[in-house]
């Protein structure tokens, strides 16, 4: 057990997340080769002249969490006759300062994602890039990737384009505080109110985004919402695991960032260019989604049915909100990880049916995501700015190397949530709690306990227990340096 001084929470969370990302063969430090690239970096990116449209004088705004500070996107809307809306959303042109190849690159790449731990940030970028020189910062000048699409009254696709443009982000904003204001519970921020104007697009961003939900749904994009738990520290003393729910500013970016995704693979397959697509395949273990349905009194059909599921999801959230995070949990486990696949040229991929799109790429977060490094590489290719970014060989390569590492970082990540949640649970042996069946296989079976949000092993489960019981446990044991936390039947 670690020593659990309050004032070492932070660090022992930071030593366990190193650790771990190293037996996990990920990298925790920058070479010095990637040191030495990044003194020599004078500055942002600066635009080449007459190659890049001028769309710094758009209310420009980023949303994202409070504490956030590499800021891939913006958005803004205009509102066009007949009730369309066209949407632009600007993507931070990271590839301006991170040549492929170059020592910085040669990391991302190694890494493949930012790793968010509990007790410490380990960027895929160093933080004076991503932070700072290729993010788009409140009141500072940034090259940008503009993905411009409209959207119809009815909610449709209508015309796109994508282009590199120099952007300024006018308002630095947080997803509470906006969420708490369009829903008529809280102020305006200040920074809204210090934009002319701000105020008025961002109703129409939320317009729009609640467009888009709408007809995703209705075309059977899962409507699943799970806990997500944040650690609260006082200073460095781990205090709880508080739970981060969705709300209306969040679903302004989830929404503008899956139709920017759309309209950047159908850019590239447009261009013949072979690109990395983001899928989640037909569920493996659609029978046990049917069984827990009929045990809510709803029949699914026996083959794979995005819209059917979806009826479900509704209908079950209607009628037990509480506990539909926890239903939700159980479909997510049991529809199975996405992945990174290549699309060639008059190739179709499986598609994403968690979104209930065929056409879906990562584009949006190039700071700390490598595949959407590569995605922003293709589309200057596509633009004409640069030769052949990527052989279609090499993207199959680094597809299969990019889905091994995101399951390796969120490993780390889960690991490191547990050592934070054993922290705070390992007072507690011998006390009871409701839970909720998340994991059952050959290796083990997982129960997630609902106040803290903290999951764990069940042990000795018999063969009746399945993913979506509910269940009684008592904490038996818990190991903060390995991230152990196991319950036993109550």
């Avoid at 961002?202 to 997500?228: F, P, S, Y």
């Avoid at 049915?305 to 079950?316: N, Q």
Wanted: glycine content about 8%; aromatic content about 6%.
């Amino acid at each position: 057990m670690a020593d659990q001084n309050d004032t070492q929470h932070r660090a022992i969370l930071r030593r366990i997340a190193r650790r771990a990302m190293l037996e996990r063969g990920l990298q925790p430090d920058f070479s010095q080769n990637a040191l030495n690239q990044l003194a020599s970096i004078k500055g942002p990116a600066q635009a080449p002249d007459g190659s890049v449209r001028d769309l710094r004088s758009l209310l420009w705004c980023s949303i994202d969490n409070d504490d956030s500070r590499d800021l891939d996107q913006l958005s803004v809307a205009e509102a066009l006759p007949g009730g369309a809306t066209r949407v632009l959303v600007a993507i931070a042109d990271v590839d301006a300062l991170v040549q492929k190849g170059s020592a910085i690159d040669e990391h991302a790449r190694g890494n493949t994602t930012s790793v968010y731990t509990v007790g410490s940030i380990f960027p895929m970028l160093p933080e004076r890039l991503s932070t700072d020189l290729t993010s788009l910062n409140q009141d500072g000048d940034r090259l940008a990737i503009v993905i411009d699409f409209t959207i119809g009254a009815d909610g449709s696709a209508g015309a796109s384009d994508v282009y590199r443009a120099t952007v300024r982000n006018k308002a630095k904003l947080a997803y509470n505080s906006v969420a708490a204001w369009l829903e008529g519970t809280g102020p305006m921020p200040e920074a809204i109110g210090n934009a002319p104007g701000l105020d008025a697009n961002l109703r129409l961003q939320d317009a729009v985004a609640q467009k888009l939900k709408t007809i995703r749904h209705t075309h059977g994009a899962l409507n699943l919402q799970t806990i997500e738990a944040r650690p609260v520290f006082d200073a460095d003393t781990l205090t709880d695991l508080a739970v981060d729910e969705m709300n209306r500013a969040k679903d302004i970016i989830q929404d503008f960032m899956i139709a920017a995704n759309g309209v950047t693979a159908r850019f590239l397959a447009s261009k013949g260019i072979a690109s990395l697509r983001r899928i989640v395949r037909t569920p493996k273990r659609w029978e046990r989604i049917v069984e827990i349905a009929a045990g809510k009194d709803f029949t699914l059909p026996p083959q794979p049915d995005p819209k059917a599921l979806e009826a479900f999801l509704v209908k079950s959230r209607d009628a037990d909100p509480v506990r539909f995070p926890d239903l939700s949990l159980s479909v997510i486990k049991l529809l199975g990880p996405g992945e990174y696949v290549v699309e060639r040229p008059g190739e179709v991929s499986p598609g994403h049916f968690g979104l209930a799109v065929k056409d879906y790429t990562h584009s949006t977060a190039p700071n700390r995501r490598f595949p959407d490094l590569i995605t922003q590489r293709l589309i200057k290719e596509a633009l004409g700015g640069s030769r052949a970014a990527y052989g279609a060989d090499e993207l199959e390569t680094l597809a299969a190397h990019c889905t091994e590492e995101e399951d390796a970082a969120k490993k780390v990540e889960r690991q490191v949530e547990k050592s934070a949640a054993a922290m705070l649970l390992e007072s507690r042996i011998g006390e009871v709690f409701d839970g909720i069946v998340t994991g059952a296989a050959d290796k083990g079976t997982w129960v997630r306990i609902f106040r803290p949000p903290v999951e764990g092993r069940l042990m000795s489960a018999n063969g009746r227990i399945d993913v979506g019981h509910t269940i009684r446990v008592r904490l038996v044991s818990t190991d903060v340096e390995r991230g152990y936390i196991d319950f036993k039947e109550a």
